[in-house]
């Protein structure tokens, strides 16, 4: 089997698993429609990066070991949820008759809501644990060839988020009436308080 062949057997099953609609995906439906895609893009930043993380520690085959720090994932997967709960919450609660402008945010704490996001969900490490052995030997692997892996996962990841930003941001866009946005705040909020009962009964 050729390098270009195996190789198949990473990128099809990570970019099928990255546009999955998850948690992630339904902060990030509820960050656009509250702060506007601009704003977003730290915050896209801080979930690839977190991805990145997971599939260098899987690359390295330390997926085993990572996996037993198990409190640590359910301290950071309690701040993941009431995260999302929170920005819930805040479009449920949104007055769309007399809109204002969110308070900023530095790109430092979107990128960091959007790691810690990702870094709650140990099944990405188990995701790439289980795909990357079936692409490469990872007992073989320089440390020029990880970096090209993980550039290659960012790449995929960062594309595919992209794509739910237009996507989401094209929605809102849409949207004209304070009725009408009223309804897609309270859509987004259920959607997100929905992943986030998803990520709080998850193992």
Known sequence: MSATSSLWFFVVP?????????????????????????ATLPFIAGMVLGNA????VATLGLAALALQFEQVFIAVKWLGVAFILFIAWNLWSKNTEHLQAPPKRSAGRGLLAGAVLTLSN????????????????????SW????????LGIGIDLTIQLAYLVTASRIKNAIRSPKAMQRLNRASAGVMTGCAGW????R
């Open 199 to 202: 990520m709080a009964v998850s």
């Open 122 to 141: 140990p099944k990405a490490v188990v995701f790439f644990g289980a795909v990357l052995p079936h692409a490469f030997d990872l007992t073989a692997l």
């Open 14 to 38: 990570f970019a099928i698993a990255a546009a999955i609609p998850g948690p992630a995906q339904g902060a990030l439906l509820g960050q656009v429609v509250s702060r506007g895609a601009r």
């Open 53 to 56: 993380v997971w599939l260098v």
């Open 144 to 151: 020029p060839e990880v970096i090209q892996i993980t550039a």
